[in-house]
């Protein structure tokens, strides 16, 4: 889950802002496609199960989708400006719980405990 602050707009994977009311019916589409670069490799680590493999591969996600965001200049030129903060977050579905990424320690936070 990628937030991006930009009232009363919203960043889409293909360069325009639209409304939120828009931004919330838009599926990721091209988003999916750019979490693995090229001649990367993606495997279950021979010490994580399925489930710890699973969870690191979506945070990753997160991370990369904050990277692609940065891609598109109006968003790194908003970002730098102050205009816009992008903020990232994982929703724990077996638990239930909600992680904030951190951009200072990298690591994602229980909201409940960031707050």
Known sequence: ?????????????????????AARAHSGGK???MFI??????????HESMAQFVERIE?????????NLMTF????KAVD?????????????AEGSLFVLD???KEF???RDAA
Do not use: C
Request: aromatic share 8%; charged share 20%.
């Open 103 to 105: 951009k200072a320690s």
């Open 73 to 76: 200049p109006f968003v790194q």
């Open 59 to 67: 945070k990753a996600a997160v991370f990369r989708s904050l990277e």
């Open 81 to 93: 400006s102050g205009q816009m903060q992008t903020h990232g977050a994982y929703f724990g579905v």
């Open 1 to 21: 889950m990628v937030h991006v602050h930009s009232e009363p707009q919203h960043v889409h994977d293909n360069g325009q802002i639209h409304d939120h009311a």
């Open 37 to 46: 670069k090229p001649g990367e490799v993606v495997e279950q680590r021979d």
């Open 109 to 111: 936070k229980n909201a």
């Open 31 to 33: 988003w999916m496609q």
